[in-house]
């Protein structure tokens, strides 16, 4: 039932960011060029070139913020990796499928630790 559920919600993720990838990478190339006109802001000299690098830097400001619903899309990249990580996770475990029978409690403390630490 647990593979099942974890299917089921990487798929939905999946489909999510699928969703989203175009907004992701318009929102990743106008963090760029906010980068860029701000470098190229600090190195200009005139005035006017400073209002014009501004009025840009508004521009693609603004087209920033009209994507930033691409974060929903990056939220679902990262339950995408927590339910392939979950998928991967051995069950298994060889502490606590050891499992002797025996009179003496301290033989398998270890076995018994993992069982408290997993509740």
């Not at 190339?29 to 470098?39: A, Q």
């Not at 190195?43 to 006017?48: G, I, L, M």
């Not at 051995?90 to 409690?105: A, C, L, N, T, Y």
């Amino acid at each position: 039932m647990k593979k099942f559920l974890l299917f089921i919600g990487g798929l939905i993720a999946l489909l999510v960011l699928l969703a989203n990838l175009g907004p992701m990478v318009i929102l990743g190339v106008s963090i760029w060029l906010l980068y860029v006109i701000f470098k190229k802001f600090i190195k200009s000299d005139s005035t006017a070139g400073k209002v014009g690098w501004v009025i840009l830097g508004l521009v693609v400001l603004s087209i920033t913020f009209s994507n930033m619903f691409a974060v929903i899309g990056l939220a679902a990249a990262f339950a995408l990796y927590l339910v392939i990580t979950n998928w991967k996770k051995d069950k298994d475990d060889p502490v606590v499928s050891e499992v002797e029978e025996d009179d003496d409690p301290f033989k398998n403390f270890e076995r018994q630790w993992a069982e408290i630490n997993n509740y």
